[in-house]
């Protein structure tokens, strides 16, 4: 078979993203929905994915990292940061994928509000 095996909506750009731009795609999808329940007790926060996270030389091997909060001060916005690399080794399926990035989001929220992560995820709402 010749040609395209989707036919992109706009001529000229891929049909199908990259790994990258589906992750990120995948990411905002589940902070939407976390961000829009929480907005109010949360207030400002900064959400990142970056490939992978920079561990120094004596990291004591206690696993790679999953994802990074950083807690606002005055007018500092918190970050937020998922680590792509870490979670796409992590999950053999596009759906194992989702389900940990939730879970990574949730728990990183509830760090924020001080609250357990039962309690933040929205299955459980």
Request: proline letters at 8%; aromatic letters at 4%; a negative charge.
């Amino acid at each position: 078979m010749r040609g395209p095996g989707v036919m992109p909506r706009t001529l000229g750009t891929p049909a199908l993203g990259s790994e990258r731009e589906r992750f990120d795609a995948l990411v905002l999808s589940v902070v939407k929905v976390i961000d829009a329940h929480w907005h109010d007790r949360l207030g400002l926060v900064e959400y990142a994915v970056e490939d992978a996270p920079l561990v120094p030389d004596d990291w004591d091997d206690a696993g790679v990292p999953l994802a990074s909060v950083v807690r606002g001060q005055g007018a500092t916005p918190s970050r937020l940061v998922l680590f792509r690399r870490p979670l796409e080794h992590r999950a053999d399926t596009r759906e194992e994928l989702r389900a940990l990035v939730l879970t990574v989001v949730v728990e990183q929220v509830a760090e924020l509000l001080g609250m357990d992560p039962e309690d933040v995820d929205p299955r459980n709402l």
